[in-house]
């Protein structure tokens, strides 16, 4: 066939160039490892963590200057809002660690190097009122885009090999380990086998296999998929956010979220508006849940079922109660409603539901980053340890980076087992053809699979429509999978055929996601099924983890520990509790 | 709850005129390492509300079957990554409202990839040679969180902030070129200049990206998507930098006139 494949060696492999792999390429750099960034789109310009809008905060109540001074109530309220963030299901003792370094690691470590928190000019740090919950950097919304920028700028001046629009295809195993990955470079149309000592997989959210997404299209699930197939165990895929406050148009902006989080310098918050413009939510109904986003769809759902709205439109945001200076100065969005000709301070804008984070992930030791295969680390939002926000996947990385930097010195370059890199070059290699010329593109078998999962696992469940939906993507693997082709051989930008792998990859993320979901009969947090709709604390606070068994999935629970912070409740209706 | 009523529905719902059907889009092709030459060809898309030019591409692919290349990795203005040339006009399409009738090309002044998709990397070597990071000066150390610093002081560098290294104001500048490298790397160079915490000397910085010859047109506010004043703040506030310590050659550059395309750099 011809096709050219290049090898590469490094200390440290890292997959994934949003906060979690920059902090951990950093890192390792500053301790001397040689280190190579695989990045699927542009380093620190892709991915998630350019979207991340709100820092967490928790300073005392109006005062952002005096925060310092009250760590361990900062540190409590951080806790107590990352547990009901991720429904009792994050890894408690790893929230208390990453809180910490929130406050005297990641503002500190940002802001040295420049970051600019948003203050107000006699130099007090912009909080929500009066709360102070969140900050931000330079805007709300913006403070993902200005950190990973500062981010790009450093590892490039530190000389770090990155290899852009370049993604991992899969984790390379031998021996029981993992020993690097294979990648496919599709602006050059080139196959690379990256042979490493330690690998940190940071590939971020699975936030694109809905139709309706936050996440672009980078955001296919491959990280879990590779990671599965290396021998790594996933846990709660079911447990899928969603967002009830995103634009329903035009399409490119259904990933404008207008945050219902405490706004800046305000009391206020947004308010939501049903078809006959009934305000039913407004953040300030519960005024002391700084995100409100689950209550959000909890309260659209009884606006749905009433007629009143619909999950992809005929409901609205409005910013109308806000001052308008508070929006002219501090709201990214702002400008967007004004580009289509609306005026926030007088237009309720049209809001449908996306699929946003991931609570679950990959399952992996909160204190080392270890996936449970050697050599294997993971870090940031493709972890199932907690649901995502800048400071904590930015933790992630750095612990990640410290162990994966111990573990690479003083040892030899693993040896790769050839008939697994030929194994792993061939799948990719296979996709790489234009026949049927009948077939379908990439990006319309993506657009189906996308289609399955809008209608068949939205924010309501049931056992019937998830298994019809099982039953969707059975028939697209079988039948429309071998059909797929591409436009042509060029191998220049050829973005079908990293298209081609990402729906390979999707199909199995996106089975993942409604097996797991099956398998948990109750509703819980971001999860909701009408055919079990209570929140069930005493069978179901558990993790639902997933591995492969000889080929097979095996799905089963596991304990989940609760040392700092339990749900006050047994067993509760899903629409009364406030995670 | 407070007696809102719906009038607010009506205006959302259509303050625009009405859209038309369909647009249609004549789109540069070119793959060169398959494709004698370029070829233009012609797509009708459905039109949907509030359409943007890059729901278009979108729609060219996943429904028409059609495969375009061409970059974006946000759709809402934050990566920068989906500037092109649109009806002759660089734009940012995921920022850009579809037109009824649009010629879709790649942005001018850089190397065709295929189809739409431009060599950004010539660019981001260039800013790497302008140390765009913070450096503090020996006598004022960092002095832990949260550090003196107020609104006021960081306007000008929040204002820079905002740029996304989108490439619109290079693909608009007249004399970008061998010895300019354009806005964006002013409004780089300007984001730390105006920073108070930065110790570096800038104005040096501005000189080698080449400001002396910027020729003022104002061609890069105006097209910038990020509403940065970039003549007028950044490009204006690094002259005054220079001049304040004591450089020369600064510019503006005397001989360009605005619409003299010939001197346009490749």
New interface residues.
């Given amino acids: 066939m011809g096709h050219p494949v290049r090898q590469i060696d490094a200390d440290l492999l890292i997959i994934g160039g949003g906060g979690a792999g920059a902090k951990a390429a950093i890192e390792a750099h500053e301790r001397g490892v040689k280190v190579v960034m695989l990045v699927k ?2 380093l620190g ?3 998630c963590s ?2 991340a809008g709100n820092l967490n905060w928790f300073g005392p109540p109006q005062d ?2 005096t ?2 001074q009250s760590d361990e109530e900062r540190q409590r309220r951080t806790m107590e809002f990352l547990a009901k963030y991720t429904h009792y299901l994050g890894d408690q003792e790893y929230m208390r660690r990453a809180a910490r370094f929130t406050f005297d690691h990641f ?2 470590w940002l ?4 970051l ?8 007090s ?1 912009v909080i929500d009122l009066p709360h102070g919950t969140q900050a931000w950097a ?1 805007k709300m919304g ?1 403070s993902g ?2 950190i990973m ?2 981010l790009r ?2 590892i ?2 530190r000389g770090i090999t990155v290899l852009e629009e370049t993604a991992a295809t899969s984790l390379l195993t031998a021996g029981g380990e993992v020993v690097g990955a294979t990648a496919l470079d599709y ?1 050059h149309g080139e196959q690379l086998v990256v042979r490493a000592k330690a690998t940190i997989l940071a590939t971020g959210h699975s936030n694109y296999l809905s139709l309706r997404s936050t996440g ?3 955001g296919t699930g491959a990280g879990w998929v590779m990671a599965l197939r290396a021998g790594c165990a996933l846990q709660n895929l079911e447990m899928q956010w969603f967002h009830a406050s995103d634009m ?9 979220h207008l945050y219902p989080n405490p706004q800046p310098a305000t009391a206020h918050r947004t308010r939501l ?1 049903n ?5 039913f939510f ?1 953040g300030n109904f519960l005024p002391h849940n700084p995100v409100p986003y689950i209550m959000q769809l909890k309260y659209l759902v009884k606006q749905v079922r009433r007629g009143k709205a619909r999950f992809d439109g005929g409901y ?1 945001t ?1 910013y ?2 806000v001052e308008p200076d508070v929006l002219r100065k501090y709201v990214y969005q702002t ?2 409603l004004e ?5 926030p301070t ?5 809001n449908a539901v996306t699929w946003h984070m991931n609570v679950g992930g990959i399952r992996v030791d909160g204190r080392t980053m270890a996936s449970g295969i050697p050599r294997l680390y993971v870090a940031g939002s493709v972890s199932a340890l907690v649901t995502g926000g800048l400071p904590n996947v930015m933790y992630d990385g750095h612990v990640a980076a410290l162990h994966a930097a111990d573990a690479v010195r003083g040892r030899a370059l693993p040896a790769l087992d050839e008939a697994v890199v030929a194994r792993d070059l061939d799948r990719v290699q296979r996709l790489f053809r234009t026949e049927p010329r009948d077939g ?2 990439p ?2 078998v ?2 189906q699979i996308r289609t399955v999962m809008w209608e068949h696992m939205n924010y309501v469940k049931h056992e019937v429509t998830m298994r019809e939906g099982l039953e969707k993507l059975h028939r697209i693997r079988v039948e429309v999978l071998p059909r797929m082709r ?11 055929w990293m298209e081609a792998v990402d729906a390979e990859d999707m199909l199995d993320a996106c089975e993942l996601v409604i097996r797991f979901s099956l398998y948990r009969r109750e509703s819980r947090g971001a999860f909701f099924r009408e055919d079990y709709p209570l929140t069930d604390n005493i069978r179901w606070l558990r993790h639902v983890v997933g591995r492969l068994d000889g080929g097979d999935l095996k799905i089963e629970t596991e304990p989940v520990d609760l040392p700092y912070a339990r749900p006050a409740e047994g067993v509760a209706d899903f629409f009364e509790v406030d995670y | 709850m407070d007696g809102e009523t719906p009038a607010g529905l009506q205006v959302t719902d259509g303050s625009a005129p009405a859209p038309p059907a369909v647009a249609k889009v004549s789109v540069f092709r070119y793959a060169p390492d398959v494709d004698t030459e370029p070829r233009y060809e012609t797509y009708e898309v459905p039109y949907t509300k509030g359409m943007r030019v890059l729901d278009v591409l979108e729609a060219i692919r996943e429904d028409l079957g059609h495969a375009v290349a061409y970059r974006w990795l946000c759709g809402v203005k934050k990566c920068g990554m989906c500037a092109m040339t649109v009806n002759g006009r660089p734009s940012l399409t995921c920022w850009e409202p579809a037109e009824p009738e649009m010629t879709i090309e790649p942005l001018g002044g850089f190397r065709v990839i295929r189809d739409l998709v431009v060599d950004r990397d010539a660019h981001d070597g260039k800013l790497r040679a302008l140390d765009l990071v913070l450096h503090r000066p020996a006598d004022r150390p960092y002095p832990g969180f949260p550090e003196p610093l107020t609104a006021t002081e960081m306007a000008r560098a929040a204002e820079m902030m905002n740029c996304i290294q989108c490439l619109l104001c290079v693909a608009s500048c007249p004399t970008v070129g061998e010895k300019f490298m354009g806005p964006a790397a002013l409004v780089q160079v300007a984001r730390w200049a105006f920073d108070p915490r930065d110790g570096q000397d800038r104005a040096a910085y501005a000189l080698y990206a080449g400001i002396g010859h910027c020729a003022d047109c104002g061609d890069c506010t105006t097209a910038c998507p990020a509403h940065i004043p970039v003549k007028e703040m950044a490009i204006a506030g690094l002259r005054e930098l220079c001049a304040s310590e004591g450089y020369t050659g600064y510019g503006p550059a005397p001989e360009y006139r605005c619409g003299d395309e010939d001197r346009r750099a490749e």
């Fill in positions: 789109g542009f310009r892709s991915g350019i979207f952002g200057t925060a310092v503002y500190p802001e040295e190097r420049g600019y928190i948003l203050r107000h000019d006699d130099g740090i330079t913006m885009q200005v920028d500062m700028a450093e490039f001046r602006r672009t299209r980078e329903a148009w035009p399409r490119s902006w259904m990933r404008l508006y078809r006959d413009g009934e305000c407004d609205y409005g109308r109660h400008q967007f580009k289509v000709g609306l005026d007088r237009d309720l804008i049209e379908y593109l990006a319309q993506i657009k591409l436009e042509s051989l060029t191998r220049r930008f050829n973005y079908d």
